[in-house]
């Protein structure tokens, strides 16, 4: 059959067919898995007619594609046949409907921030969410926001702030899209005081894979809704949200420092189990020297840490640290050239955490812009390899080390970065945590850690990372945690971390959601 | 013989922080009309003759400048490209350099748009003290904006005028960005910021007002307005058109309309987004153009230019 000598008759469904000329294609080469296939192409242009006389016009310019040829990871790489800006959830659903008849693959992208391919059109249509951006109503006496679900966090930022408000809790990243977001997870460092970005959704409007506009909460459509949050964008497109706001407020953020690992990610479980602060994470800059990141958002708050609980943790302030790491590099001297690069990342990263025009006396005005530039000057690279495991609060600490000590033969430098998330349920009454990176066995807290390369100016080969990857990723299968990223590059795992009877309770869902299997193939099913 | 060189796009990694303050983004949200969308298409093998459309679209407003965590002189690229399409290069550029023992004289360039209110400009050069430019070199910027080749002489010839000059109070902050590359070494502020210097200005602004930087002359120069500005705000209690990043929300109302873009006068969507969900009951601008699109958004609050805070002979 030629490529657009389409009958639909001849194709079985939820098949998508791969091009002949894929990346597996390379005979006795061994290489790690990486890109998925690409998609053959066929039935293409019928589809495009059909959504041409709709008057959805597919931009399928080299120049309109090649914006989307990859993702924030920078390491999965795949061109899309045509790219729609979809503007309306009626867009969508069109769109969907279409590509269930011809069995187009369609992929969702939001802000393109995931890091191992999984919102990369490999050759069927990109959707991008992103002209879906307006704010439709801020509810300020119920402190919630209806808005379209491609906007960015930070824009949704820039909205709320000028009425005083905030949102609760999103990825510090700024460009990471709502709707992506809900369907990831979404951590903040206030994740241990409210849960994950998707715990603050109350209602939304579902495109499904069929091409069915439906709104759903946890009263309307739950099923659906508990589908949707949390569900990789399995189970159609968020079009819409309705959010949970707070008023805004300042911060207070203080630091303590630590030379063990172990003892901090004790400290961090503690006080994220005792609540005993607004905002918790762990940065470490070497295995020797570790940061503990506490924050407040009022003042009795901060006060009440430090009459309770600082004399319980055993962090040092930045004086006494400094003593510490003088002293041991005085007994050590042959590592003068880790103390250098230690002085170095100390001097160019902390002021950058308080910078003046984003301070107001001792408090940081916009948390989100001061880590999230800091997150993009100092880890974001042309590629980013984030591997992560999510656990138990039990489990936590033994990941953490294990995976630390993988990090430490793949790469010179890395960082960690550790965070609680706030659980409100188990998988019974919340549906949404299944399958997710809310790992199995956790319960009140789970915990997350990404293990981040600092790749500088270092070219590693895509083996290289995929092969780190998975040594990460084994632990996880070793120890019975998830993952926040195993989707894309990383599916490979997911029978393996969460077991057939679930991922086929799963498959069978998403089949009888989705008949032609099209929407973002490759990213879970 | 011009190079075409168009390179400084290879940096970009994606992050699309440059969208967030980005005006087209703001009110078009297509990725490809947008810097970061244009790196990438050219990273990806589009031809600059592919992006038209998105070369064209841009405001030169500076705004995703400061917003890259990385330095990407993003302004200079998109004046490469459009120079490239149009078959000039920047190398084409006379170069001229200023006499470091000149006499410090200083002047006001008006852009058209102050040319025409005579009075605001009158104002204006009294309140500074210092004289007006008889030649603007508006042709000459406009070239520069649009990446066509000026009249033959004229760059040289504008150049020429400002022969003894050690700094230039400009009312399009575009022409910062030209003088770096023709005269490096002229100092040249922003018509607000300057105004804004002279003794008693700053007491004059209120909790209650919008103040609206020229977003070009601040982006421009972020480094040095942000601190500036900041602390104004911070002491006056007057809001700014600056977003979460400090970054001035262009209004798009001085943008050259020839090269495409659809920032007329007329189209009000960016000056809307920047009133909207802030109260004040006065609103202060630096540009002219600027009093023009708030008529045209028919906004019913009183407009002041920053001159007339000083009150004398206000116009
Ligand atoms: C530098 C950097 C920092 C990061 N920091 C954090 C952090 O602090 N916390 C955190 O949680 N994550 C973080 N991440 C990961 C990233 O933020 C999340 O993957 C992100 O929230 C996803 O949002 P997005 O809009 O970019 O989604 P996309 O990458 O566009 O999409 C994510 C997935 O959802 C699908 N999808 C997109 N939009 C929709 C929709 N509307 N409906 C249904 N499905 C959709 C896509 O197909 C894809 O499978 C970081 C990533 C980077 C590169
Ligand atoms: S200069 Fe202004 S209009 Fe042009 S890309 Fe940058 S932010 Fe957008």
Redesign the pocket.
Same mark, same amino acid.
């Given at each position: 059959m030629k490529q657009d000598e389409f009958n639909t008759t001849k194709l079985p469904r939820g098949i998508i067919p791969p091009d002949p000329v894929g990346p597996d294609s390379l005979k006795g080469v061994p290489r790690q898995q990486t890109n998925p296939s690409r998609w053959d192409g066929t039935g293409w242009n019928a589809f495009v007619a059909e959504l041409t006389s709709r008057d959805i016009m597919i931009n399928q310019s080299l120049a309109g594609r090649s914006v989307y040829i990859t993702?924030?990871?920078g390491v999965a790489m795949g061109l899309p046949r045509g790219v729609l800006v979809a503007r309306s959830s009626e867009d969508v659903a069109t769109i969907l409907k279409a590509a269930q008849k011809y069995t187009v693959p369609v992929? +969702?992208?939001?802000?393109?921030? =995931? =890091?191992e391919g999984? $919102?990369i059109s490999f050759g069927g249509l990109q959707l991008d969410?992103r002209g879906m951006s307006n704010v439709l109503h801020i509810d300020e006496a119920n402190l919630t926001v209806r808005t379209e679900?491609?906007i960015y966090w930070h824009s949704l930022a820039e909205a709320l702030r000028r009425r005083g408000l905030d949102y609760i809790s999103a990825?510090?990243?700024m =460009?990471?899209?709502v709707?992506? =977001?809900?369907? +990831?997870?979404?951590?903040?460092i206030n994740s241990p005081k409210f849960g $994950?970005?998707a715990d603050q959704a109350i209602a939304l409007k579902v495109v499904t894979p069929t091409g069915e506009i439906v709104e759903c909460s946890e009263r309307e459509n739950t099923e659906l809704f508990e589908r +949707?949050l949390l569900g990789?964008?399995q189970f159609?497109?968020?079009?819409e949200a309705t959010l949970k706001i707070r008023p805004f407020t300042p911060i207070t953020m203080h630091y303590f420092y630590y030379s063990s690992l172990r003892t901090a990610i004790d400290d961090l479980r503690f006080l994220v189990e005792e609540e005993a602060a607004d905002y918790l994470g762990i940065l470490t800059m070497l295995d020797r020297a570790i940061n503990l990141l506490v924050a407040f958002d009022s003042d009795e708050k901060e006060r009440e840490f430090f009459s309770r609980y600082k004399k319980r943790i055993s962090g040092l302030g930045e004086i006494g640290f400094a003593i510490h790491m003088a002293a041991h590099y005085a007994l050590h001297p042959w590592k003068a050239k880790e103390a250098l690069y230690l002085l170095e990342r100390k001097r160019s990263l902390l002021p950058e955490l308080s910078p003046a025009a984003h301070m107001h006396g001792n408090k940081i005005i916009d948390r989100t812009v001061v880590f999230s530039r800091a997150?993009?000057k100092f880890?974001?690279d042309r590629e980013?390899v984030?591997p992560d495991l999510a656990t138990s609060s039990e489990k936590f600490a033994e990941a953490v080390e294990r995976g630390n000590e993988v990090c430490r033969r793949y790469f010179p430098h890395y960082t960690l970065y550790c965070v609680g998330i706030k659980l409100f349920g188990s998988f019974e009454n919340r549906p949404r945590y299944e399958l997710s990176c809310i790992p199995p066995d956790a319960q009140n807290f789970g915990y997350g850690c990404e293990f981040e390369p600092m790749l500088g100016n270092h070219n590693y080969s895509r083996d290289h990372f995929q092969s780190f990857k998975n040594e990460i990723y084994d632990i996880g299968v070793d120890m019975g945690t998830s993952y926040?990223?195993f989707?894309g590059m990383m599916k490979g795992y997911i029978r393996r971390a969460f077991g057939d009877e679930l991922v086929d309770k799963h498959l069978a869902m998403k089949q009888k959601a989705d008949p032609a299997m099209i929407l973002?193939p490759d +990213?879970i099913f | 013989m011009p190079t075409n060189d168009i390179s400084g796009y290879e940096k970009c990694n994606g $992050?699309g922080l440059c969208t967030l303050p980005c005006p087209i983004w703001q009110q078009r949200h297509d990725a490809l009309l947008t810097f970061a969308g244009r790196a990438r298409a050219l990273q990806g093998g589009a031809k600059p003759g592919e992006i038209r459309d998105s070369v064209d679209a841009c405001l030169l407003c500076g705004s995703c400048e400061p917003a890259f965590a990385m330095d990407i002189r993003t302004v200079d690229i998109t004046l490469k490209l459009r120079a490239a399409l149009n078959g000039y290069s920047k190398e084409e550029l006379p170069h001229g350099q200023v006499n470091q023992s000149s006499s410090g004289r200083a002047l006001l360039v008006p852009n058209a748009a102050l040319l025409e209110n005579k009075d605001l400009l009158k104002h204006s050069a009294r309140l500074l003290d210092i004289p007006v430019a008889e030649d603007n070199g508006s042709d000459v910027l406009e070239a520069f904006e649009t990446g066509r080749r000026p009249k033959a002489g004229r760059a040289v010839s504008f150049i020429k005028t400002l022969t003894g000059i050690r700094k230039v109070i400009t009312a399009d902050g575009l022409l910062k960005r030209y003088m770096q590359a023709v005269l490096p070494g002229l100092e040249v502020i922003g018509l607000g910021e300057a105004l804004l210097r002279l003794p008693g200005m700053q007491t004059a602004l209120r909790p209650t007002d919008l103040y609206i930087i020229e977003a070009r002359s601040y982006n421009m120069d972020f480094n040095r307005c942000m601190p500036f500005y900041t602390d104004i705000s911070r002491q006056t209690g007057c809001a700014m058109n600056l977003d979460l990043q400090r970054i001035a929300i262009p209004t798009g109302g001085y943008t050259n309309t020839e090269t495409g873009n659809e920032f007329t006068p007329q189209n009000t969507g960016q000056i809307r987004w920047i009133l909207e969900g802030r109260s004040f009951n006065r609103i202060v601008v630096e540009s002219v153009e600027d009093i023009g699109l708030l008529k045209n958004a028919e906004v019913d609050i009183p407009v002041v230019h920053v001159a007339e805070l000083a009150g004398e002979d206000a116009p």
């Open positions: 993702d924030g990871g992929s +969702v992208r939001g802000g393109g921030l =995931t =890091t999984e $919102c969410t679900a491609g990825p510090l990243n =460009t990471s899209s709707g992506g =977001t809900l369907g +990831v997870g979404g951590i903040d $994950c970005s +949707v990789y964008g159609g497109v968020i079009t997150v993009w880890w974001g980013m984030i926040y990223r989707g973002n +990213v | $992050c």
